[in-house]
Every structure is written in C-alpha cells, then in structure tokens.
C-alpha cells in the first residue's frame, strides 16, 4: 500500500486531460479570476486568487506531463509536491472554494479553474488533507444513505406527516412511474414542505411519480469531497433504482451540487449512458407550465429577487425556467446585479456548508449576496437549493436582515388552482 | 541635375519631396534680419544639405538673380552674383574642369573673397615697383604671376 | 565581432536557432497538450460543444460589466497592449517584409508615424502593467520570476525596435542587431513560458466554451 | 595628380604648404576659394574657412608612401578621377608622394629603392596610405618586386606618423575577405595595433573623402574624429538612411517593390529592395558622386553599404534589412516536422502515462479517507 502522498500524486496524474493540461500553459498570471471569487472580493486576501488554488494539479501536470517539467524534476530543479505543500493547500482547496465556476466564466484565456478544482480535490481527498466535516458527511453518506445520516425511516416519518398535512398521497417504490423524485437530507430535515410541495404540484398537474425507499438520497458528498470512486458508488445507488422502479425519469431536487452529481456527473461516474432522464425539478416545472399543466392563481406582491444556484444556473443550464416559474406568481420579479450565470455564489456551496472549519469565511463572504441584495431591496428572495436557502437564512440572521428566503418550487404549489 | 534632365528621364519630382527649399529661405531670412541689425555675416554651404533632386534648382530659382554678377579667375571659374534679395550672395566656385567645387549662399555686404587681398595687393605693389624699375629698359614686360 | 558581423549572425545563424527552437517547442507543446485527450462525455448533452466552444474563443474577448468593472485596468491594459503589439509586429513595413519573405505573401502596412506612435503607447502600457503586477496585491502574490521574464522579453523587442528606428545610443547596425536579438530571445524563451498562451487561449477557450455549451451555458 | 620621379620632391619636404602655394603663384583670394572648398570637402562648416587657411599657410609638407595591395585600383582611380581636380592637386602638388607603385613611372628594384630612401629620410613622420588587404593565408599570393605585401606593409609601417587604409579592402578586408577568402585577407587594423589609423572605407571611397582625410591630417596634423570602425566621423558620422532625401518616403511607409513599379518611378524608398542606408555610414547622400551629380539611391538603386565591415556578405544586396539572411521557412518546416513526430512521441508517452496511472487506480473508498495513515 502506497503512502497517501503517492496516492495523492497518483491521483492526481489520473487526473490531468487536454483541457487541464490546456488551461495550466494558458495562464498569464493576470488575477482577473481573484476578482471573480467571492472569498477573495469580501476578504481582499490575496491567497484566494482561483488558479492558485489548483497548484498541486499543476505542480503533478507540469512534473509529469510536460517534457521541460520532466526534465527539471530529473534535475531535481522541480518544487516537489510534499505533504506540508498539500497541508497548507487544503484549506484553499476546501474551505475558501464552493466550485461556484464564476472565475471560469471571468478568465480572459478561458480556463474552466473549477474543472481544476474538482479535479485538484481528488488528489486533496486521498492525500489526508480534507476537512473533517467532508469526511464525516462522506462515510455517513455511503455507511448510512445520507451525509445527515438521515435513513429512511425518517423519511417515512415525514411522509406520514406531510400526507396528513397536505392532504396528498406520497408515492414510494411504485414501479413503472414516469418520473422518480429525488429529495436531499435538508429538505427532509429542514424543509419536509418541499415534498408537500412536489405531491401537491404532481397531483395538480396529473404527474406519475414515486420516491424510493432505497434511493431517496440526491445529494452525493464524493463529488464534494473529491473522490469519484464514492461518488460512483453513491450515483449507482440511484441509478439501480431508477432501473428497477422503470421511470422515464429522474427529477434533481431543490439542491445544486446534487444537480450537478446526477445530471452532469452521473453517466461518467457510472461509466454509461442513463437508460433515463434526468431533470431539475425546475426543468419539470417549466415544462408543465408550458404544457399548460399548472394553473396559479394570485401574485405575490412584494419585491422578490431570485437566486441563482451556482451547480444549477451557471454550471447547470438551468437559468431561464426559474425565471418563467416565477413571473407566473410574483407580480415585482426584480434581478439582482449578476443575476443570472453571472450571480455570486452563497458562499456555502462545494462541501462548504458541511465544512464547520470554514464558518467564519462562509459568513464573511456572505457580505457579496447582502450587497446584491441591498442593491435591489429585495423584500423575498426565492432560491432552487436547500443549502443555499439554509446558509442565507444564517447569512443575513448574522448581517440583521429580515428577508424571507423561500423555495421556487413550495410557492409555486401555494399559488396551484385547487383541483376541481 | 537639372529638372529638365529628370523629365528627360521620366523621374518625376513631387512637390512633397523638396522639402529643404522653405527652411533654406527662412535660414537665408534670419540671416538677412542678422546681417541688418548686428552687421553679423552668414554662409550657408549647400553641400552639407542633403538636397533632393531639383531642389537646389529650386531653391536658386527661388533667389532669383539681382543687379551685381561678377565672375573670377582663380583656381577655376568662380561665379557670384547678388540674388534679388540684397545682401544674398549666391557663390559658386568651379575648377579647371568647370565642375562645381563648392556652392555657398553667403548673406554679407560683399562675399569676402571679392576683396582684394592684403598678401595680395603686397606682391602686386611689388610687381608694379618691378615693372617700372625695369621700365627704363623698355624692351620686354614680363607679366607677373609666376613667381618662382 | 564587429558590429555588422553582430549583425550577420543575429540575422543569419542567431534567427535559425530562434527559428528552430519557436516552431519546435510550441508543436511539440500543442501536441502535449493536445494528445493528452480527454474523456468522452456520457451525459445527455443540452447544447453543442462546438457551437459553445467556437463562441468562447470570441465571446471572451467582451468581458461581462461586473468583470469590466472589477478588472477595468487588467482589461484596457491589456487590450491596448495586445493591439498594440499586433500592430507593431503585423503592420509595421519591415516586418512585413520579413513574413512574406517567409511565408511567402504580404499585406498593406501601415504608415510608419501611426506604428511609431502605437509602440509608444504599447510600451507605456506595458510599463503601467508591470507597476501594477508590483503594486496591486493579487498580482503580486500571483507573480512569479516567469512572470518578470516574460514582460522584460516582450518588452525589449518594443524597446530596442523603437531604439533602433529612431537610431538613439548605438550605431544603428547595432541597433538593428539587438532588436533582432531581442526577437530572437522572445523566440526561443516562448514555448517554455507563459507566452505560449497566444496559441492555448484558443484551446482553453474552447474547451470551456464546450464544457459549459455542452450544459447549455454559454461561457 | 602629379607623376612623380624618384625621391624628386623629397628635399622640400620641410615646406610649408603656404609657401609651396605662394611660389606656385596661386593668389591669396585663389587660397581663400580653396580654403572654402576644402572646408565643404572635409564637411566643415564655412566657418572654418579662416582656421582652415590659417592652418594650411603653415601645414608641413609631408611625405606620402601609398601602398597597393590585393586591390582593383578602384580606389586609386576613383582619387584621380576626383572632379574638384584643381584643388586637390593643389594638395598632392603639395604632398610629397614619394611611393605609388600604379602611378610612379619607375618600377621594380628601383621604385622599392625609392620607398625605401622616403622612409629613412621621414621616419616616423610620412603618412603611410594603404589600398588593397592583405593575404596571410600564403605570403606568395601578392607580392611587390618579390616582398609579400605583409613584410612590406609592416617594414613600411614602422616609421608611418600615421596610417590611412583607403578603400573598404584595406579598412575591413573587403571583397577579398569575403567568405570564404581564400587567400586569407585581412585588414590595415588587423595587423597593425601600434600607429594612428584612419580608416577611408568605401568601394571605393568618395574622392574627396579621401582628400579630405588627406587634407584633415594636413592642415591640422591631427587625427580626425574616428567612429568605433577608426572612421572620421566628419564623413561616416551619419547613416546614409539619414540623410537620404529619401527619407520622408521611408516614414511614411512608401517604398518600391520593384524596380519598375510605380513606387520606383515616383523615387520611394528602396528598403525593400534591399538599401542597406539604414545601416551604412557614408557621406554619399550629401557629398554625391560625379561633380556631386548623384548617388546610387538617387540613381534608383539600393545603397549595398559598401563602406561597412563584411558588406558583401551581408545577406544579399536585395534582400531587405529585416529578413533574416538564412531561409526561416525552410528552417521552421524541418523544425515543425521534427516537432511533429518528437511531440506526437511525447504526446503518446504522457496519454501512456495517464493510461498507465489510470489503470494502477487503487480504489477509494471512505476508509481511506480516515485521517490515520
């Protein structure tokens, strides 16, 4: 067994691509991407600058992927990659990057620095440098089902709940349903609404759908943690599911990196082409409201401002349906500066939230949205992801704002026709 | 060469390349201003311009051509005239073979080497004084000039 | 060695190694690059790669207003001095002379006052941008030698060509010789630095441009 | 120019040039046109002129030895075809020119006896001027009545007050130094480390820059202002480029293409036929050529730069100053090739090595994130 630095270079070299090795002969060291970050904006650190926390990927790229980098290690002229280098990185790695993508959309040669990130993280991940709280969310997710530790009988608990509070069946394991909705641990424990919701919205607008008592897990902490083996592992349990419920379709829930795991991630993990779908609960939504399948009655008056999950907007595709969503119950739809595949990030995002470590840098850069949010007046803000609406809620209780943060999907159902 | 010459070869002269002749007036102006009110003498020595073809024709036909001219023997052909600005001295100095040797514009009262020279008038006293002691014998004069 | 024999070789044998060296190293690192590949992506796609990755390579030379506003001195600067270094190496007459020697054909260039004027600016400009990797914070602590390497062999290129056709200091072979040797240096230091951008920008554009249009995210 | 016989002038080698003029009857205002032509000559301002004068009146006659060696008595010919002709031989009646093997009528044993007498009598005070290189590969491939031209250019330096190597041969080794130079020819400056040298580059030189240098030394007995290549900055101080009435053109971006364009005909400039004005320091552009008629650019052609150092191998006279002299693009096409193939070698060897590390994947699983090692 080699040691976790081994393992971690080794990694690392997996790794490295054409568009690594790409993006790493580009840079010109002009910071633009420093002013792209949030944890750079709110602090003015200079260590936050975004290419420089992917240096343990290009220190492995440069060492073994370029012919000078080669020669130069042989010489013994390389800085060599030790485990205090990698110690000092992890928390440029973990704590102070939420994957948000916004410096790949700034970088004037055009690198995509969070595909680095992510990739740096596998290499971080093996080395021993990650933060605690990643690696408990991760082993509860694969021993448990879920980084909360959440199983599934909690889940029932709150299904008996919501059916008794909504008034509306909550499928579970039905075979040959159209669509299987996916739920994260927060919406199970934070916001149980969100299932009233969807079991409102779906038996409005005439939707099969189930839930699965094996798979009812979106979140996936290896993408966060930086391991894809995990992530595999935690892709394939959803992935088996859906095969043996026979849907047409897997729905993301209101969670951004869960998106990301599923959607973008899922097949590659899976090492193949999904036999089904898989959409963003806001994808499904707006395609009802174009079938004309939902029916809303009444706007919410006051100025309400949207949020742009970073892993479901700018990395996800998924910028105009909220936008239609939304003009169907809000009658003082205002966009924030940014808005859009330019937003800022919460803060919390990319295993940050679960990084306790990381709190007070969290709450810091938090003064970003607070600004965004000054800037319009915002009187609610809706957002599509359960930890971004749990990180803002704590973000503007620190900064002595009274906001109200809601999800897209729950005020849609609230304004839903009654059925006849 | 003369501008006739470059027609005759079909090298044609835009007027953007003689761009020496107005700063050349405007020296010869400053020398003149000079000349009248300190009484300070100019020259200005047209080889050491670099002139573009025609433009030294130009220029001269600019000065145009006054009342005195005045021709000299020595070493050569010299030819001076006063242009038709007074006190602007065009001077151009030839040798045995009628090839210019030298070309100035001098601005001054009167260009220098018109003067009689002192060693000059010296050696023709001499000559004269020679010429009227030998005079008594009357048989032959031998014209000065060559002196060894 | 005289100067004119200075001359000569910078001319003769000096830009055949620089030659050698340029062309070599970046082929051989565009080729490092390029056959590292990349994995074929399984997801179903929401956009087109190509649409998104060719719309990068342009789309990104217009950056958004809050980067605008954030990064305005980065941008400007770094837009006059592309251009203007574009158009003291690409249309400046004895430089294109020097191409269509070597490829074989030529363009218009423009008149010798406007590149004069233009390298003026180009070498204020990158003056400016070394003070402000000196001075502004991030810069600083991204700066590495390479980084002061880099800006000096594009600047004495500038530097020595404006010495040289204005004929200031050094006789003007001299001149001329040092210019060309600047060149030279840039050459032969291109492929091992962070020069090679001018060629990947178009790479990295593009696979982020493919990455995001793929999702259906123009980037 | 005179022909001189024999050591026929050498007793009035104490002179001054002044009294030489006076009894050759040439009048005061005679010496004052002079003296303001041969300021224009040597490229001194006008007022020089009474310096000049005051300085020729009292200028020693010194004694002149030319030499000639591997050369193509261009250079001669382009002095005695020196149009002021009058004035300068006023100086060179005034010279003693006591060894020119090409003009003085005597030859062989006899001549070489001449040389020989000038030297012992003006030792360590005659001008020594030199046209031609010198071959040191093989002593034997140019020899003066059975003396190398080194022996005799280094027993005839000896006793030289000063050395003028006349022409670009005798300055920089000229076209016989050109590559390959197989007779091995070298340079007045290569041999000789110890005496005054003045450089007249040029193939050849104007004439009345060799006269000028002439007349410099002897009106003043002082070395002129010598450039970094030992020439007098009075003549080679500036490029021919900038005082070419060309110029404005080459602002402008204007030049010929060919010799039969447009640009040609309407006397654009000649950089990209290949002027090396830009890098050539020479009076041509002022001084001029035939009775100042004309220079070559003026004539329509690209100066060759043949007052420099190494001219004619500089990478051909038409061949503009920016192009590298070797052909790039053939040298970027076999580079680019070997580059092909070296990088399509690396580039396969690092997709091994990915291969490779991907196959040695050791799988992750949570226990291995536990911090214990």
Known sequence: ?420 | MTNEAFAQFNIQIGDDLTRNVQPLLHEIRHGLKNLLETGATSVIDLRSIPLAPGEEAKLIERLGHGEVTVELDALGLSEIYETQYRGVWLVTHFNDDENIVGRFIEITLIPEILKAQQEDMQDSLQQLEEELASGDDAEEIKTGGEVN | MTELEFLSWVRGPGFQIATVIFVFGIIVRLLEIFLLGRKANLAEANGSEMSGGMRAIFSRMAPESDTMKRSMFTIVAGYIFHIGLFIVIFLFAPHILFFSDVIGFSWGALPTPVVDMTSVITMITLAAVLLHRIKDPVMKYLTKTQDYLVWLVTFLPLLTGYLAFHRVGLPAPSLLALHILSVELLMVLFPFTKLMHAFTFVLSRWYNGAISGYKGVRS | MKKHSTGARLSSSDDTLGAALRRQGVSRRSFLKFCAATASMMALPPTMVPAIAKALESAKRPSVIWLSFQECTGCTESLTRAHTATVESLIFDSISLDYHHTLQAAAGHGAEAAREEAMKENFGKYLLVVDGSIPVADPGYSTIAGISNLDMLMDTAKGAAAIIPVGTCAAYGGIPHADPNPTGAVSVADLIKDKPIINVPGCPPIPVVITGVLTHFLTFGTLPELDDLGRPRAFYGQSIHDRCYRRPFYDKGQFAETFDDEGAKKGWCLYKLGCKGPTSYNACATTKWNDGTSFPIEAGHPCLGCSEPEFWDGGGFYKALSIPTTEVARDALYAGAAAVAAGSALGMMNRARSKQAKSEHEKVSVDDLQKED
């Not at chain 1, 800085?79 to 973990?94: G, H, N, S």
Request: proline share 4%; glycine share 8%.
């Open chain 1, 1 to 420: 067994m080699s040691t976790k630095l081994e393992q971690a270079v080794h990694a690392l070299k997996e790794q490295i691509d054409a568009p690594v090795a790409s993006f790493l002969s580009s840079c010109v060291h002009c910071g633009m991407c420093a002013q792209a970050c949030l944890f750079h904006t709110e602090t003015g650190d200079p260590k936050y600058t975004p290419i420089l926390k992917v240096e343990p990927l290009r220190r492995v790229w440069q060492q073994e992927y370029t012919f000078w980098g080669r020669m130069k290690k042989m010489f013994g002229l390389a800085k060599p990659i030790t485990d205090e280098f990698l110690a000092e990185w992890e928390e440029l790695v973990y704590d102070s990057c939420t994957m948000c993508g916004r410096c790949s959309m700034v970088c004037p040669v055009g690198n995509d620095i969070t595909y680095m990130i992510r990739k740096t993280r596998e290499g971080m991940a093996v080395s021993g440098h990650v933060p605690d709280g990643l690696v408990g969310a991760t082993t509860r997710a694969v021993t448990i089902g879920s980084p909360m530790g959440v199983k599934f009988v909690a889940l029932e608990a709150q299904i008996r709940h919501v059916e008794k509070d909504y008034g509306y069946k909550v499928p579970v394991d039905v075979e040959g349903a159209d669509y299987l909705c996916m739920l994260s641990s927060m919406e199970i424990m934070n916001f149980p609404e969100y299932i009233g919701a969807i079991a409102k919205i779906f038996d409005h607008a005439d939707v099969s759908w189930t839930l699965s008592s094996k798979a009812f897990e979106a979140t996936n902490s290896g993408i966060q943690i930086g391991v894809s083996d995990i992530a595999a592992e935690l892709v394939q349990r959803i992935v088996s599911e859906a095969e043996r419920l026979k849907v047409k379709c897997v729905i993301s829930p209101e969670c951004g990196h869960a998106y990301t795991a599923i959607r973008w991630e899922g097949p590659n993990l899976a090492g193949k082409k999904f036999g089904f779908k898989v959409r963003h609960i806001l994808e499904v939504l707006d395609e009802l409201r174009q079938e004309g399948r939902l029916k809303t009655e009444g706007m919410k008056d006051n100025r309400l401002t949207y949020h742009d999950p970073c892993q479901i907007g700018r990395r996800g595709g998924v910028l105009e349906q909220p936008r239609n969503l939304i003009n169907m119950v809000a009658s003082d739809f205002v966009e924030m500066p940014d808005a859009g595949k330019m937003n800022w990030c919460c803060g919390a995002g990319g295993g940050v939230s679960t990084n306790e470590r990381a709190d007070e840098i969290r709450l810091k850069s938090f003064q970003r949205k607070k600004e965004q949010l000054e800037a319009v007046q915002a009187e609610t803000l809706v957002s599509a992801c359960s930890n971004c609406r749990i990180h803002i809620e704590d973000g503007l209780e620190a900064y002595h704002m009274d906001i109200p943060v809601i999800s897209l999907t729950e005020t849609l159902a609230e304004h839903l026709v009654d059925k006849e």
